[in-house]
């Protein structure tokens, strides 16, 4: 439905085995969302690939707490001395899976999910306005799904000279999924549920078939998926 592509997408294992997982979604006029969005992916493959090895979860955790300060920066820094850049930005969601244990990552609206005894988990949560609403009872569940004011963000990446993403320590899954709102702004959790633990595919068939559904509703928005198996 788009002519342009403002998803990139990293999926990155460095030389002592662990692996991060990344999905961002731009933002901004012109090119500006998928050249912020591109060069969040590239800047964490360069600096994952060299990374580690990781003495422990925390400090796994301290690692992409200050790359994505650093990274922000990068961004921003781009925004405001290129005029084709201005107000460009992007949001990332991802999971980070090392020997010491698992995190989420999230600043925006992507999101991360996890898979487990037939169940799905959401690992993270949204940082738009509406969802701040929710949580603060001013508007009802129901009432979220529809909100003019719904894909409002309150924090992205490249927006600000400094940035406050969410890491947190998750227990292993089964499956990861870290998508951007294309899939999981369309779809019912239930189908992404039952397409991600079908028997006999494999996770670039399911993958295949998370982007037909979100097709099948409309495909209004790009749509990126990646699944990881623990």
Known sequence: MRDKNQDSYLAVENQYG????????????????????????????????ECGPFDSLDNAIDFMNYHLQKCNEYIFDMSMSNDDYAGMGTTVSGILITSKGCASINCGDSRTYGFIDNKIIKLTEDHTLVNQMLAKGQISYEESLNHPKRHYL???????DSISADIHKVKDMDYYLCCSDGLHGYCD???????????????????????????????????TAVLVKK
Do not use: H, P, Q, W
């Open 18 to 49: 662990d692996f991060l997982a990344l999905v961002a979604d731009g933002i901004g006029g012109g090119k500006a969302g998928e050249v912020a969005s591109g060069e969040l992916v590239k800047y964490f493959n360069e600096v994952f690939k």
């Open 154 to 160: 309150t924090k992205a990446m490249g927006i600000f």
């Open 189 to 223: 959790i239930e189908e992404i549920r039952d397409i991600i633990f079908a028997d006999g595919k494999s996770l670039n068939d399911k993958c295949v078939d998370l982007k037909d559904l979100a097709l099948m509703k409309g495909g209004f928005d790009n749509i």
